[in-house]
């Protein structure tokens, strides 16, 4: 991320000194931190209103039904996570919400299954491999109805808006597969270093398998 | 058909709220004192995001003015030019993977100068449907639980937007071309 950070503000700054556009890069800056704030702050109420949502559906087993029913899914993709962690049906929720284009309710439900898969995680500091995966599913998009591009498609008074329904769920599912298998084969080749003297680091993935059966 | 998925879109949202609470009250969960417990987080997570979401919104906006992205996409235009992407809808390749409010911004203004017959109208809906701005989910997803190595995360998110937009054009050619 170090090196992402500086290379992009390098390049602006270069490149924007090039272009006679170096005045707006410094603009941006502003504009920039200013418009991060508001997200964040914009996020506050949303945030709040479907966690609270999801503590219902945690407590009255909602969660618990729904992570029951993606059990065969989530237990081939997230192998590396004891089926009875909660962040099981976290994701299952972010998945749903982001399914029916709810990203706002998506956002909320995703944060805390990275904060489930947090717990699990060794390294602290460092993606596991299951976070590393989640995410890859959530910038892929999964969506079965793209609502604000249709409404742009109405607005322009296009005839039938529902036409780009089916070839955009058909990318979206090809990048989806796409992000989750290069996930799975990246795992292997870019391990986790491990900084922190942790005295019998465990393998990666067999490690899980034996708290389970120590859990059982 | 069109009745059906706007029907779909209205109820979506109500409809889980309701049955989240409806399941709840059935279970004799107390609703309001579990609600307003859960949301108490909800104040946590966004403060705690904040430096993650400026670090990576100052870096994008700062790139988007320097005038860098008309440039790359100018440097790949004979590239994707022979693979039929219109010019209009360039910006968007990589546009859409840095930032959700300008991919939209682009493709309204393509949706809007070019008009609903058009091929880049289409093409730009399907690739802009079909992703999610990889930067942002990247900053607050692992922003909110403070991950600083993401390993290779990033590559996956570009290497999915990069297939996003090749099958984009490829399923566009095949259904509208």
Redesign the interface.
């Known amino acids: 991320m170090n090196y992402i950070f500086y290379l992009l503000i390098v390049i602006s700054i270069v490149i924007g000194a090039v272009n006679g556009k170096l005045q707006d890069v410094v603009n941006a800056v502003m504009s920039g931190a200013e418009l991060s704030v508001k997200v964040a702050f914009s996020l506050i109420g949303i945030m709040a209103f479907w966690l609270g949502i999801m503590k219902i559906a945690q407590k009255s087993g909602i969660i618990d039904f729904l992570s029951k029913i993606l059990k065969p899914v989530t237990k081939v993709l997230f192998n590396e996570i004891p089926p009875q962690s909660p962040a099981v049906g976290d994701i299952a929720m972010n998945f749903t919400a982001n399914a029916f284009g709810l990203s706002n309710a998506a956002t909320p439900f995703g944060i805390k299954a990275m904060e489930e898969l947090q717990k699990e995680n060794k390294d602290k500091t460092s993606a596991s491999n299951s976070m590393c995966l989640f995410l890859g599913m959530n910038t892929a998009g999964f969506q079965l109805i793209p609502t604000t591009v249709l409404a742009v498609l109405v607005g322009i008074g296009y005839k039938n808006p529902t036409e780009i329904i089916a070839p955009t769920l058909l990318v979206t599912i090809i990048a989806f597969t796409f992000a989750v298998v290069l996930s799975k084969v990246l795992q292997k080749v870019w391990k986790v270093q491990m900084i922190n003297p942790h005295p019998n680091p465990l393998p990666e993935g067999e490690g899980i398998i034996d708290t389970e059966g120590k859990n059982d | ?2 009745n059906i ?1 706007n029907l ?2 209205l109820w ?2 109500p409809a ?2 309701l ?3 409806t ?2 009250v ?2 004799k ?1 107390p ?1 309001y004192e ?10 946590k ?3 705690n ?2 430096p993650y ?16 992205i008309e ?1 790359l996409a100018n440097a790949l235009a004979p590239l994707l030019k022979s693979w039929h992407i219109p010019a209009d809808v360039l910006p968007l390749t990589i546009v859409r993977s840095l930032s959700g409010s300008a991919a ?1 911004g682009v ?2 203004d393509i ?2 100068n070019l ?2 017959d058009s091929y880049a ?2 093409l730009a ?10 930067f942002y ?2 900053a ?3 922003g ?14 570009l ?3 990069l ?2 937009i090749i ?2 054009v490829w ?2 050619n095949w ?1 509208f071309g």
Request: glycine share 8%.
């Open positions: 058909m069109t998925l779909i879109s979506a949202l889980l709220i049955l989240v609470l399941v709840g059935i279970k969960v609703v579990e609600f307003t417990d859960g949301a108490k987080d909800g104040f997570v966004a403060i995001i904040i979401l400026v670090a990576i919104i100052v870096a994008i906006s700062m790139l988007r003015a320097s005038g860098a440039m939209l493709f309204s949706a809007n008009g609903p109208t289409k809906a399907i690739m802009v449907g079909s992703s999610e701005t990889t989910v990247l607050v997803y692992f909110a639980v403070k991950i600083s190595k993401i390993r290779y995360a990033l590559l996956v998110g290497l999915a937007d297939v996003g099958s984009a399923v566009c259904m």
